[in-house]
Protein backbone atom coordinates (compact mmCIF):
# COMPACT_ATOMS: atom_id res chain seq x y z
CA UNK A 1 0.00 0.00 0.00
CA UNK A 2 1.32 3.38 -0.75
CA UNK A 3 1.69 5.50 2.29
CA UNK A 4 1.05 8.95 0.19
CA UNK A 5 -2.69 8.44 -0.96
CA UNK A 6 -5.38 10.80 -2.11
CA UNK A 7 -8.79 8.68 -0.65
CA UNK A 8 -11.77 11.18 -1.07
CA UNK A 9 -13.75 10.78 2.24
CA UNK A 10 -16.74 11.62 0.33
CA UNK A 11 -16.91 9.65 -2.00
CA UNK A 12 -14.01 6.75 -1.14
CA UNK A 13 -12.77 6.99 -3.81
CA UNK A 14 -8.95 7.16 -4.33
CA UNK A 15 -8.23 9.89 -6.54
CA UNK A 16 -4.21 9.32 -6.55
CA UNK A 17 -1.08 7.66 -5.83
CA UNK A 18 1.76 9.18 -4.82
CA UNK A 19 5.39 7.55 -4.52
CA UNK A 20 7.33 7.88 -1.34
CA UNK A 21 10.75 9.35 -1.22
CA UNK A 22 13.67 7.43 -1.95
CA UNK A 23 16.71 7.44 0.04
CA UNK A 24 18.78 9.07 -3.02
CA UNK A 25 15.69 12.09 -2.99
CA UNK A 26 16.42 12.71 0.82
CA UNK A 27 20.08 13.02 0.10
CA UNK A 28 19.53 15.18 -2.91
CA UNK A 29 16.92 17.23 -0.61
CA UNK A 30 19.36 17.87 2.54
CA UNK A 31 22.65 18.35 0.08
CA UNK A 32 20.18 20.97 -2.14
CA UNK A 33 19.57 22.82 0.95
CA UNK A 34 22.40 23.12 2.80
CA UNK A 35 23.48 24.57 -0.44
CA UNK A 36 20.65 27.00 -0.64
CA UNK A 37 21.17 28.52 2.81
CA UNK A 38 24.07 30.76 1.76
CA UNK A 39 22.34 31.43 -1.18
CA UNK A 40 19.61 32.67 0.96
CA UNK A 41 22.22 34.57 3.57
CA UNK A 42 23.50 36.40 0.46
CA UNK A 43 20.00 37.83 -0.46
CA UNK A 44 19.02 41.19 0.91
CA UNK A 45 15.64 41.04 3.12
CA UNK A 46 14.36 43.26 0.46
CA UNK A 47 14.77 40.65 -2.10
CA UNK A 48 13.12 37.71 0.41
CA UNK A 49 10.18 40.05 0.66
CA UNK A 50 10.15 40.31 -3.25
CA UNK A 51 10.39 36.38 -3.35
CA UNK A 52 6.91 36.11 -0.71
CA UNK A 53 5.44 38.32 -2.24
CA UNK A 54 5.32 36.22 -5.79
CA UNK A 55 4.52 33.39 -3.84
CA UNK A 56 1.19 35.16 -2.48
CA UNK A 57 0.42 35.96 -5.49
CA UNK A 58 0.76 32.46 -6.94
CA UNK A 59 -1.58 30.88 -4.02
CA UNK A 60 -4.35 33.71 -5.06
CA UNK A 61 -3.56 33.25 -8.60
CA UNK A 62 -4.23 29.38 -7.91
CA UNK A 63 -6.52 29.87 -5.52
CA UNK A 64 -9.77 28.02 -7.06
CA UNK A 65 -7.42 25.07 -8.09
CA UNK A 66 -5.79 24.80 -4.39
CA UNK A 67 -9.04 24.64 -2.69
CA UNK A 68 -10.43 21.92 -4.56
CA UNK A 69 -7.38 19.53 -4.00
CA UNK A 70 -7.89 20.09 -0.44
CA UNK A 71 -11.76 19.14 -0.81
CA UNK A 72 -10.62 16.37 -2.29
CA UNK A 73 -7.89 15.10 0.20
CA UNK A 74 -9.67 15.74 3.47
CA UNK A 75 -13.21 16.73 2.89
CA UNK A 76 -12.93 20.42 3.86
CA UNK A 77 -16.34 22.41 2.70
CA UNK A 78 -15.24 24.09 -0.90
CA UNK A 79 -16.20 27.55 0.60
CA UNK A 80 -13.68 27.00 4.16
CA UNK A 81 -11.19 25.93 1.51
CA UNK A 82 -11.19 29.14 -0.27
CA UNK A 83 -10.98 30.65 2.76
CA UNK A 84 -8.04 28.98 3.71
CA UNK A 85 -6.21 29.89 0.91
CA UNK A 86 -7.36 33.85 1.29
CA UNK A 87 -5.68 33.16 4.99
CA UNK A 88 -2.78 31.89 3.52
CA UNK A 89 -2.16 34.61 1.02
CA UNK A 90 -2.13 37.12 3.98
CA UNK A 91 0.60 35.64 5.78
CA UNK A 92 2.87 35.50 2.79
CA UNK A 93 2.12 38.91 2.62
CA UNK A 94 2.33 40.26 5.79
CA UNK A 95 6.09 38.93 6.72
CA UNK A 96 6.86 40.06 2.82
CA UNK A 97 5.53 43.61 4.20
CA UNK A 98 6.67 43.59 7.49
CA UNK A 99 9.81 40.83 8.00
CA UNK A 100 12.42 43.36 6.77
CA UNK A 101 11.72 45.58 9.53
CA UNK A 102 11.44 42.35 12.42
CA UNK A 103 15.22 42.23 10.82
CA UNK A 104 16.44 45.38 12.05
CA UNK A 105 19.17 45.71 13.92
CA UNK A 106 18.73 46.21 17.43
CA UNK A 107 21.04 48.59 19.65
CA UNK A 108 21.91 47.94 22.97
CA UNK A 109 23.13 50.50 25.49
CA UNK A 110 26.54 49.08 27.02
CA UNK A 111 27.13 50.21 30.65
CA UNK A 112 30.71 50.52 30.14
CA UNK A 113 30.40 52.67 27.14
CA UNK A 114 31.20 50.35 24.54
CA UNK A 115 28.72 49.72 21.55
CA UNK A 116 26.29 46.48 20.75
CA UNK A 117 24.33 45.38 18.51
CA UNK A 118 21.82 42.00 18.24
CA UNK A 119 21.28 41.06 14.44
CA UNK A 120 18.81 38.69 13.28
CA UNK A 121 19.96 35.76 11.02
CA UNK A 122 18.87 32.48 9.76
CA UNK A 123 20.16 29.05 11.38
CA UNK A 124 20.35 26.98 8.63
CA UNK A 125 17.91 24.50 6.69
CA UNK A 126 14.99 23.25 8.86
CA UNK A 127 12.51 19.98 8.82
CA UNK A 128 8.61 21.10 9.28
CA UNK A 129 6.57 18.50 9.42
CA UNK A 130 2.79 18.99 8.67
CA UNK A 131 -0.88 18.06 9.70
CA UNK A 132 -4.05 17.21 7.29
CA UNK A 133 -6.48 19.57 8.83
CA UNK A 134 -4.92 22.72 6.88
CA UNK A 135 -2.58 21.67 4.66
CA UNK A 136 -1.97 25.44 3.36
CA UNK A 137 -2.14 27.43 6.29
CA UNK A 138 -0.29 25.21 8.56
CA UNK A 139 2.67 24.97 6.17
CA UNK A 140 2.47 28.94 5.47
CA UNK A 141 2.83 29.29 9.52
CA UNK A 142 6.27 27.88 9.29
CA UNK A 143 7.45 28.99 6.02
CA UNK A 144 7.12 32.36 5.61
CA UNK A 145 8.50 33.67 8.47
CA UNK A 146 11.43 30.96 8.46
CA UNK A 147 12.29 31.65 4.89
CA UNK A 148 12.48 35.49 5.61
CA UNK A 149 15.31 34.98 7.80
CA UNK A 150 16.98 32.64 5.41
CA UNK A 151 16.08 29.39 6.81
CA UNK A 152 15.56 26.58 4.06
CA UNK A 153 13.19 24.51 4.16
CA UNK A 154 12.35 20.93 3.87
CA UNK A 155 8.48 20.16 4.48
CA UNK A 156 7.13 16.35 5.32
CA UNK A 157 3.05 16.87 4.39
CA UNK A 158 0.57 14.67 6.17
CA UNK A 159 0.06 11.28 4.03
CA UNK A 160 -3.28 11.79 2.97
CA UNK A 161 -2.58 15.48 1.25
CA UNK A 162 1.08 15.28 -1.22
CA UNK A 163 -1.47 16.69 -3.79
CA UNK A 164 -1.71 19.95 -1.64
CA UNK A 165 2.07 19.48 -0.68
CA UNK A 166 3.62 18.98 -4.46
CA UNK A 167 0.98 22.25 -5.10
CA UNK A 168 2.90 24.41 -2.78
CA UNK A 169 6.15 23.34 -4.14
CA UNK A 170 4.86 24.36 -7.64
CA UNK A 171 4.40 27.46 -6.38
CA UNK A 172 7.77 27.81 -4.88
CA UNK A 173 9.59 26.84 -7.85
CA UNK A 174 7.29 29.04 -10.11
CA UNK A 175 7.92 32.05 -7.70
CA UNK A 176 11.88 31.80 -8.40
CA UNK A 177 12.99 30.48 -5.23
CA UNK A 178 16.39 29.56 -4.76
CA UNK A 179 17.03 25.42 -5.71
CA UNK A 180 16.96 23.61 -2.32
CA UNK A 181 15.70 26.21 -0.31
CA UNK A 182 12.22 24.78 -0.78
CA UNK A 183 11.33 20.88 -0.71
CA UNK A 184 8.74 18.89 -0.62
CA UNK A 185 9.72 15.63 1.76
CA UNK A 186 7.11 12.31 0.78
CA UNK A 187 8.74 10.50 3.48
CA UNK A 188 8.26 7.73 5.97
CA UNK A 189 8.17 7.87 9.59
CA UNK A 190 11.53 6.76 9.46
CA UNK A 191 13.06 8.44 7.38
CA UNK A 192 12.12 11.62 9.05
CA UNK A 193 13.98 10.36 12.06
CA UNK A 194 16.76 10.25 9.89
CA UNK A 195 16.34 14.00 8.55
CA UNK A 196 16.15 15.30 11.92
CA UNK A 197 19.22 13.24 13.09
CA UNK A 198 21.15 14.57 10.08
CA UNK A 199 23.75 17.01 10.69
CA UNK A 200 22.63 19.35 8.12
CA UNK A 201 18.95 19.96 9.42
CA UNK A 202 19.28 22.75 12.63
CA UNK A 203 15.34 23.28 13.58
CA UNK A 204 12.24 21.01 13.59
CA UNK A 205 8.65 22.33 13.86
CA UNK A 206 6.00 20.09 13.64
CA UNK A 207 2.06 20.54 14.16
CA UNK A 208 -0.17 17.23 15.24
CA UNK A 209 -0.93 14.81 18.15
CA UNK A 210 0.86 14.34 21.60
CA UNK A 211 2.35 11.31 20.53
CA UNK A 212 4.02 12.34 17.38
CA UNK A 213 5.36 15.96 19.48
CA UNK A 214 6.33 13.59 22.15
CA UNK A 215 8.30 11.47 19.24
CA UNK A 216 10.01 14.44 17.51
CA UNK A 217 10.94 15.99 20.48
CA UNK A 218 12.75 13.24 21.64
CA UNK A 219 14.42 12.26 18.47
CA UNK A 220 15.36 16.01 18.51
CA UNK A 221 16.28 16.29 22.04
CA UNK A 222 19.24 13.36 21.22
CA UNK A 223 20.69 15.68 18.27
CA UNK A 224 20.18 19.15 20.32
CA UNK A 225 18.02 20.28 17.34
CA UNK A 226 15.22 23.44 18.56
CA UNK A 227 11.45 22.15 18.27
CA UNK A 228 8.89 24.48 17.89
CA UNK A 229 5.66 22.23 18.52
CA UNK A 230 1.99 22.93 17.98
CA UNK A 231 -0.15 19.76 19.30
CA UNK A 232 -3.49 19.25 20.41
CA UNK A 233 -6.17 20.78 22.16
CA UNK A 234 -9.10 20.89 24.42
CA UNK A 235 -10.24 24.99 24.27
CA UNK A 236 -12.59 26.11 27.22
CA UNK A 237 -15.52 28.34 26.25
CA UNK A 238 -16.94 29.95 29.63
CA UNK A 239 -20.28 31.31 29.35
CA UNK A 240 -21.27 33.92 31.91
CA UNK A 241 -24.35 34.48 32.72
CA UNK A 242 -25.37 38.12 31.41
CA UNK A 243 -24.66 37.42 27.76
CA UNK A 244 -27.06 37.20 24.92
CA UNK A 245 -27.98 34.07 24.60
CA UNK A 246 -28.44 34.61 21.11
CA UNK A 247 -25.23 35.69 19.96
CA UNK A 248 -23.28 33.57 22.37
CA UNK A 249 -25.08 30.07 20.62
CA UNK A 250 -23.81 31.34 17.23
CA UNK A 251 -20.55 32.04 18.38
CA UNK A 252 -20.17 28.46 20.18
CA UNK A 253 -21.20 26.84 16.91
CA UNK A 254 -18.93 28.26 14.70
CA UNK A 255 -16.42 27.49 17.67
CA UNK A 256 -17.23 24.15 17.58
CA UNK A 257 -17.60 23.54 14.15
CA UNK A 258 -15.01 25.07 12.54
CA UNK A 259 -13.10 22.66 9.73
CA UNK A 260 -15.84 19.98 10.98
CA UNK A 261 -14.32 20.66 14.74
CA UNK A 262 -11.28 19.29 13.56
CA UNK A 263 -9.23 22.14 14.25
CA UNK A 264 -6.81 22.47 17.25
CA UNK A 265 -8.03 25.35 18.78
CA UNK A 266 -11.94 25.03 18.00
CA UNK A 267 -14.03 25.65 20.86
CA UNK A 268 -14.41 21.80 22.45
CA UNK A 269 -15.19 22.57 26.14
CA UNK A 270 -18.33 24.39 27.14
CA UNK A 271 -18.79 25.43 30.97
CA UNK A 272 -21.58 27.49 31.33
CA UNK A 273 -22.64 29.40 34.48
CA UNK A 274 -26.22 27.31 36.21
CA UNK A 275 -28.32 30.08 35.66
CA UNK A 276 -28.42 30.14 31.92
CA UNK A 277 -27.47 26.62 31.22
CA UNK A 278 -30.39 25.21 30.01
CA UNK A 279 -31.44 27.60 27.90
CA UNK A 280 -27.64 27.18 26.33
CA UNK A 281 -27.86 24.00 26.10
CA UNK A 282 -30.92 23.82 24.65
CA UNK A 283 -30.75 26.72 21.88
CA UNK A 284 -26.75 25.24 21.14
CA UNK A 285 -28.18 21.92 20.37
CA UNK A 286 -31.12 22.56 18.27
CA UNK A 287 -28.77 24.60 16.32
CA UNK A 288 -26.32 21.87 16.05
CA UNK A 289 -29.47 19.18 14.97
CA UNK A 290 -29.91 21.56 12.12
CA UNK A 291 -26.21 21.51 10.91
CA UNK A 292 -26.27 18.41 8.19
CA UNK A 293 -23.39 16.72 6.75
CA UNK A 294 -23.35 17.42 3.21
CA UNK A 295 -21.27 17.22 -0.53
CA UNK A 296 -18.03 19.43 0.13
CA UNK A 297 -18.15 20.76 -3.23
CA UNK A 298 -21.43 22.34 -2.58
CA UNK A 299 -20.62 25.80 -2.27
CA UNK A 300 -23.45 26.30 0.46
CA UNK A 301 -22.14 23.05 2.50
CA UNK A 302 -21.13 23.88 5.85
CA UNK A 303 -20.01 20.54 7.25
CA UNK A 304 -18.49 17.92 5.13
CA UNK A 305 -16.98 14.51 6.06
CA UNK A 306 -14.71 14.27 8.18
CA UNK A 307 -11.02 13.67 7.30
CA UNK A 308 -11.16 10.19 6.56
CA UNK A 309 -13.25 7.15 7.54
CA UNK A 310 -10.88 6.12 10.03
CA UNK A 311 -11.63 9.50 11.55
CA UNK A 312 -15.04 9.12 11.79
CA UNK A 313 -14.36 5.51 13.46
CA UNK A 314 -12.16 6.76 16.21
CA UNK A 315 -14.66 9.96 17.24
CA UNK A 316 -17.53 7.85 16.88
CA UNK A 317 -15.37 5.67 18.97
CA UNK A 318 -14.85 8.20 21.63
CA UNK A 319 -18.63 9.13 21.63
CA UNK A 320 -19.63 5.56 22.16
CA UNK A 321 -17.35 5.30 25.42
CA UNK A 322 -17.81 8.73 27.05
CA UNK A 323 -21.44 7.22 27.30
CA UNK A 324 -20.76 4.19 28.17
CA UNK A 325 -18.95 5.36 31.52
CA UNK A 326 -21.88 7.07 32.37
CA UNK A 327 -21.76 10.67 30.52
CA UNK A 328 -25.48 11.87 29.16
CA UNK A 329 -26.21 12.47 25.24
CA UNK A 330 -27.67 15.74 25.20
CA UNK A 331 -27.63 15.69 21.29
CA UNK A 332 -27.65 12.23 19.52
CA UNK A 333 -25.38 12.89 16.73
CA UNK A 334 -22.78 10.73 15.03
CA UNK A 335 -21.76 8.67 12.46
CA UNK A 336 -24.24 8.86 9.40
CA UNK A 337 -23.52 5.39 8.26
CA UNK A 338 -20.93 1.96 9.02
CA UNK A 339 -19.17 2.74 5.74
CA UNK A 340 -19.10 7.04 5.78
CA UNK A 341 -16.99 9.70 7.16
CA UNK A 342 -19.80 11.69 7.55
CA UNK A 343 -20.37 12.66 11.15
CA UNK A 344 -23.57 14.54 12.31
CA UNK A 345 -22.92 16.87 15.56
CA UNK A 346 -23.10 15.68 18.82
CA UNK A 347 -23.41 16.78 22.44
CA UNK A 348 -22.38 15.23 25.82
CA UNK A 349 -23.12 16.56 29.60
CA UNK A 350 -22.22 15.17 32.84
CA UNK A 351 -18.39 14.45 31.99
CA UNK A 352 -16.78 13.65 35.38
CA UNK A 353 -13.27 14.16 35.74
CA UNK A 354 -13.05 9.79 36.60
CA UNK A 355 -14.45 9.70 33.33
CA UNK A 356 -11.71 9.21 30.15
CA UNK A 357 -13.22 11.72 28.28
CA UNK A 358 -12.85 14.16 30.82
CA UNK A 359 -9.64 14.23 29.70
CA UNK A 360 -9.75 13.67 25.99
CA UNK A 361 -9.38 16.01 22.70
CA UNK A 362 -12.76 15.05 20.59
CA UNK A 363 -11.54 16.11 16.96
CA UNK A 364 -14.35 16.18 15.13
CA UNK A 365 -17.97 17.85 15.96
CA UNK A 366 -18.46 16.61 18.99
CA UNK A 367 -18.65 19.02 22.66
CA UNK A 368 -18.63 18.41 26.00
CA UNK A 369 -21.13 21.29 28.43
CA UNK A 370 -20.24 21.82 31.75
CA UNK A 371 -22.31 23.76 34.57
CA UNK A 372 -20.71 25.71 37.03
CA UNK A 373 -21.97 27.34 39.40
CA UNK A 374 -19.13 30.36 40.16
CA UNK A 375 -16.71 31.99 38.34
CA UNK A 376 -14.21 30.27 40.61
CA UNK A 377 -15.42 26.97 39.15
CA UNK A 378 -16.02 27.95 36.27
CA UNK A 379 -11.78 28.83 35.74
CA UNK A 380 -11.45 25.52 37.93
CA UNK A 381 -13.11 23.45 35.10
CA UNK A 382 -11.82 25.69 32.28
CA UNK A 383 -8.07 25.17 33.45
CA UNK A 384 -8.67 21.18 34.38
CA UNK A 385 -6.84 19.94 31.68
CA UNK A 386 -3.43 18.66 30.02
CA UNK A 387 -4.20 20.89 27.15
CA UNK A 388 -3.96 24.72 26.86
CA UNK A 389 -3.54 26.19 23.71
CA UNK A 390 -7.02 28.43 23.81
CA UNK A 391 -9.46 29.71 25.59
CA UNK A 392 -12.87 32.08 25.38
CA UNK A 393 -15.06 34.11 27.72
CA UNK A 394 -18.38 35.17 27.02
CA UNK A 395 -20.27 37.84 29.01
CA UNK A 396 -22.05 41.35 28.29
CA UNK A 397 -19.38 43.24 31.02
CA UNK A 398 -16.34 42.95 28.88
CA UNK A 399 -14.06 43.75 31.82
CA UNK A 400 -15.19 41.48 34.26
CA UNK A 401 -14.91 38.48 30.91
CA UNK A 402 -11.25 40.25 30.47
CA UNK A 403 -10.47 39.41 34.41
CA UNK A 404 -11.50 36.04 34.07
CA UNK A 405 -9.34 35.62 31.04
CA UNK A 406 -6.35 36.32 33.15
CA UNK A 407 -6.73 33.42 35.15
CA UNK A 408 -7.21 30.72 32.19
CA UNK A 409 -3.95 28.78 31.74
CA UNK A 410 -3.94 28.95 28.00
CA UNK A 411 -1.82 30.57 25.33
CA UNK A 412 -4.06 32.33 23.31
CA UNK A 413 -7.90 34.35 25.06
CA UNK A 414 -10.18 35.62 23.60
CA UNK A 415 -12.62 37.75 24.97
CA UNK A 416 -16.21 37.81 23.40
CA UNK A 417 -15.18 35.85 19.96
CA UNK A 418 -13.94 32.73 19.48
CA UNK A 419 -11.28 30.82 18.00
CA UNK A 420 -9.93 32.27 14.44
CA UNK A 421 -6.24 33.70 13.38
CA UNK A 422 -4.60 36.48 11.61
CA UNK A 423 -1.42 36.69 10.28
CA UNK A 424 -0.14 39.64 13.03
CA UNK A 425 -1.38 37.52 15.99
CA UNK A 426 0.79 34.96 18.02
CA UNK A 427 0.08 31.27 17.82
CA UNK A 428 0.67 28.85 20.16
CA UNK A 429 -0.14 27.12 23.97
CA UNK A 430 1.26 26.16 27.03
CA UNK A 431 1.27 22.51 28.71
CA UNK A 432 0.61 19.73 26.65
CA UNK A 433 -0.26 22.00 23.63
CA UNK A 434 3.19 22.89 22.51
CA UNK A 435 6.09 24.31 22.55
CA UNK A 436 7.06 27.86 20.47
CA UNK A 437 4.98 30.92 19.12
CA UNK A 438 4.19 30.83 15.36
CA UNK A 439 3.03 33.83 13.41
CA UNK A 440 3.14 37.55 14.14
CA UNK A 441 6.66 38.87 14.79
CA UNK A 442 7.05 36.33 17.54
CA UNK A 443 7.00 34.01 14.55
CA UNK A 444 10.43 34.99 13.51
CA UNK A 445 12.30 34.26 16.93
CA UNK A 446 12.25 30.88 16.85
CA UNK A 447 14.24 29.49 14.30
CA UNK A 448 16.67 32.41 14.60
CA UNK A 449 20.54 33.25 15.85
CA UNK A 450 20.43 36.66 17.87
CA UNK A 451 24.14 37.25 17.15
CA UNK A 452 25.21 39.79 19.50
CA UNK A 453 28.33 42.09 18.13
CA UNK A 454 29.83 44.50 20.61
CA UNK A 455 32.38 47.62 19.43
CA UNK A 456 35.07 49.25 21.78
CA UNK A 457 36.91 51.87 20.35
Not at 299 to 316: I, K, V
Not at 356 to 383: C, H, L, R, W
Request: proline share 5%; charged share 20%.
Amino acid sequence: MNLYTVTNPATGNIEGYYPTATKARIEEALSAAEGSFEVLRGMSPGARSELLTRVADLHEARRKDLAEIVTREMGKPISQALAEVDIVVSIYRYYADNGPDFLQDEPIAMSDGGKATVRKEGIGPLLGIMPWNFPYYQAARFVAPNLMLGNPILLKPAPQCPESALAMQAIFDDAGAPSGSYATLLATNPQIEKVIADSRVHGVSLTGSERAGAAVAEAAGRNLKKVVLELGGSDPFIVLEDVDLETVVQRAVAGRMVNGGQACNAAKRFVVMESVYEGFVRAFCQALAAIAPGDPTAPGTYLGPLSSHAAADQLQAQLDAAVAEGATLLLSGGKVAADSAYFRPAVIGRVTRDMDAYGQEFFGPVAMVFKAATESEAVAIANDTAFGLGASVHSGNTDRAARIGELLAAGMVRINECGGTAAELPFGGVKRSGIGRELGRYGMDEFVNKKLLTLKD
